[in-house]
T-cell receptor, first 109, second 116 residues
Framework: DAKTTQPPSMDCAEGRAANLPCNHSTISGNEYVYWYRQIHSQGPQYIIHGLKNNETNEMASLIITEDRKSSTLILPHATLRDTAVYYCIVPEYGNKLVFGAGTILRVKS | DSGVTQTPKHLITATGQRVTLRCSPRSGDLSVYWYQQSLDQGLQFLIQYYNGEERAKGNILERFSAQQFPDLHSELNLSSLELGDSALYFC???????????????FGPGTRLTVL
């Protein structure tokens, strides 16, 4: 069973920031939070991951709360090509990615 | 492009047949993972190899088997195929094979298997 909870869907206007929330209230102190996305039937694409501190890369920013029970993925300027299913994952037993239902993000013009 | 390659892209076969899916990991990655994505099941972890050895097993059927070769490429063998085996099969690779240490899995484009 997935250890995370995400809203089933979200809409975002093109050019605006997309903020995707994730709850992981049972996360352990040394477990990372990973974000992937899947566009249609393509292979899942790695976005970002973090442990405690906020992280930023060329694709997105990851904000993790101080108690680590939730996080938010931020796409700063969403485009139509960012329409996808976004998965927030806390790996099980250290190795296994367990994909839940994710959040369907629809970016609209 | 993640650097993980999978062949073939598409495979159409009949029930009862056997097929082999191939995966080449990113350069430098020692671990390979296999996942299955069907319409009603979502993405399911099947099996993981690290440097030729099986490291973790998920919901992999006994009719399915995999191996990782000395050159680190991996093959997933599916036998006695059933209609329900129709799915997308993804391979992923990572350097150390331990996500607990912040290792990252990169996925290939997948093989679409259709069993008729």
């Amino acid at each position: 069973d997935a250890k995370t909870t995400q809203p089933p869907s979200m809409d975002c206007a093109e050019g605006r920031a997309a903020n995707l929330p994730c709850n992981h209230s049972t996360i352990s102190g040394n477990e990372y939070v990973y974000w992937y996305r899947q566009i249609h039937s393509q292979g899942p694409q790695y976005i970002i991951h973090g442990l405690k501190n906020n992280e930023t890369n060329e694709m997105a920013s990851l904000i993790i709360t101080e108690d680590r029970k939730s996080s938010t993925l931020i796409l700063p300027h969403a485009t139509l090509r960012d329409t996808a299913v976004y998965y927030c994952i806390v790996p099980e037993y250290g190795n296994k990615l367990v994909f839940g239902a994710g959040t369907i993000l629809r970016v609209k013009s | 492009d993640s650097g993980v390659t999978q062949t073939p892209k598409h495979l159409i076969t009949a029930t009862g047949q056997r097929v082999t899916l191939r995966c080449s990991p990113r350069s430098g990655d020692l671990s390979v993972y296999w996942y299955q994505q069907s319409l009603d099941q979502g993405l399911q972890f099947l099996i993981q190899y690290y440097n030729g050895e099986e490291r973790a097993k998920g919901n992999i059927l006994e009719r399915f088997s995999a191996q990782q070769f000395p050159d680190l490429h991996s093959e997933l063998n599916l036998s006695s195929l059933e209609l329900g085996d129709s799915a997308l099969y993804f391979c992923a690779s990572s350097v150390e094979g331990r996500l607990a240490g912040g290792d990252t899995q990169y996925f290939g484009p997948g093989t679409r298997l259709t069993v008729l």
